[in-house]
């Protein structure tokens, strides 16, 4: 780190419970003035997401409401065996109602099953504990609320600069090698370098054919170079519109950026 002061440990987990009830709660209510009209945009649930035209606000209230029961459920099992099935959104009007039973539910299982107990988890890079679970999904929240403002066309509530600073880091170190051995990442090698102008805080990207490494400094010698804000980068590097500046190889820049 080059400079800022990261959320880590217990900190780090307790503030991403918060922001899971306070992302998920947002979420909600604005799923809530959109199905009834009170928003700038028409079409109800249907409107379009504009930065993820495959996605309808309908499909981004069933994704996250079937990704809070299958994050619940890994939490729950008390194993590092494998994930759960994923159960389907319900095809009545009850989607808000069942989007908000999900959630509650999300936040209990994280406030009570011990942070150590032990949980699958989808990347190599991750601790196998359930603490883990509530850095990823207030992360998923944060950047999933914000694609239903875009869809709501709404102004983006901010996030703290110390969960967006933890948001980019948790991409670039946990996620990024889950990807590792798929294309475009198992045939790239790169060094890509990226700096929260917000906290100062650097990164340092190395993907060698399938295998990636992530470093706190700057060599000075990457192949590209991301520089922006927290908010901003968080937005970038899960593939959404954003103001952040590259340098370098764009080709090196877009191996970071989500799918």
Same mark, same amino acid.
């Given at each position: $780190?080059?400079?800022?002061?990261?959320? &880590?440990?217990?900190?780090?987990?307790?503030?991403?419970?918060?922001?899971?009830?306070?992302?998920?709660?947002?979420?909600?209510?604005?799923?809530?003035?959109?199905? &009834?009209?009170?928003?700038?945009? +028409?079409?109800?649930?249907?409107?379009?997401?504009? #930065?993820?035209?495959?996605?309808?606000?309908?499909?981004?209230?069933?994704?996250?409401?079937?990704?809070?029961?299958?994050?619940? /459920?890994?939490?729950? &099992? +008390?194993?590092?065996?494998?994930? %759960?099935?994923?159960? =389907?959104?319900?095809? !009545?009007?009850?989607?808000?109602?069942?989007?908000?039973?999900?959630?509650?539910?999300?936040? =209990?299982?994280?406030?009570?099953?011990?942070?150590?107990? *032990?949980?699958?988890?989808?990347?190599?890079?991750? *601790?196998?504990?359930?603490?883990?679970?509530?850095?990823?999904?207030?992360?998923?929240?944060?950047?999933?609320? $914000? /694609?239903?403002?875009?869809?709501?066309?709404?102004?983006?509530?901010?996030?703290? %600069?110390?969960?967006?600073?933890?948001?980019? !880091?948790?991409?670039?170190?946990?996620?990024?090698?889950? #990807?590792?051995?798929?294309? *475009?990442?198992?045939?790239?090698?790169?060094?890509?370098?990226?700096?929260?102008?917000?906290?100062?805080?650097?990164?340092?990207?190395?993907? &060698? =054919?399938?295998?990636? /490494?992530?470093?706190? =400094?700057?060599?000075?010698?990457?192949?590209?170079?991301?520089?922006?804000?927290?908010?901003?980068?968080?937005?970038?590097?899960?593939?959404?519109?954003?103001?952040?500046?590259?340098? +370098?190889?764009?080709?090196?820049?877009?191996?970071?950026?989500?799918?």
């Amino acid at each position: $780190m080059t400079g800022g002061t990261a959320l &880590a440990g217990d900190s780090l987990r307790l503030r991403c419970i918060e922001a899971v009830v306070e992302e998920g709660e947002r979420f909600g209510i604005l799923a809530a003035e959109l199905a &009834a009209g009170l928003t700038r945009a +028409g079409g109800g649930l249907d409107v379009v997401v504009p #930065w993820v035209p495959a996605w309808t606000a309908r499909d981004l209230v069933g994704h996250l409401g079937t990704v809070h029961r299958w994050a619940t /459920d890994i939490v729950r &099992a +008390g194993t590092t065996d494998g994930p %759960p099935a994923s159960t =389907r959104p319900p095809d !009545d009007d009850d989607l808000l109602g069942w989007y908000a039973a999900g959630h509650t539910e999300l936040v =209990r299982a994280l406030r009570t099953v011990p942070p150590d107990s *032990p949980a699958w988890h989808m990347s190599p890079a991750a *601790p196998k504990v359930a603490a883990t679970w509530a850095r990823r999904q207030a992360h998923e929240l944060a950047v999933h609320r $914000m /694609d239903l403002e875009a869809a709501a066309g709404v102004p983006h509530a901010p996030i703290e %600069p110390e969960l967006a600073d933890d948001g980019v !880091d948790e991409l670039l170190s946990i996620v990024v090698p889950r #990807w590792a051995h798929t294309e *475009p990442l198992a045939g790239a090698s790169a060094l890509v370098a990226v700096r929260n102008t917000d906290t100062g805080r650097g990164w340092e990207v190395r993907i &060698a =054919r399938g295998a990636v /490494d992530v470093a706190p =400094r700057h060599s000075g010698t990457a192949d590209a170079t991301l520089t922006g804000a927290g908010t901003q980068l968080l937005l970038h590097l899960w593939g959404r519109p954003a103001d952040v500046r590259v340098s +370098g190889d764009a080709a090196a820049e877009a191996l970071l950026r989500g799918r």
